[in-house]
């Protein structure tokens, strides 16, 4: 799920730096895919 989040925020245009920093600041790893994404978007805010 982290990887595939990682992958559609650099889809998204962010960098991959930018990507991984916000997908590895979620603490809860149980996530889904689409809602690790939500979280590091809004966490990118």
């Given at each position: 799920?982290?990887?595939d989040a990682v992958s559609a925020?650099?889809?998204l245009g962010y960098k991959?730096?930018?990507a991984s920093?916000?997908?590895s600041a979620i603490k809860d790893k149980t996530?889904?895919?689409?809602?690790m994404i939500r979280?590091?978007?809004k966490g990118m805010i």
């Open positions: 799920a982290e990887s925020l650099i889809s991959p730096q930018e920093k916000a997908v996530l889904s895919s689409e809602d979280r590091a978007l």
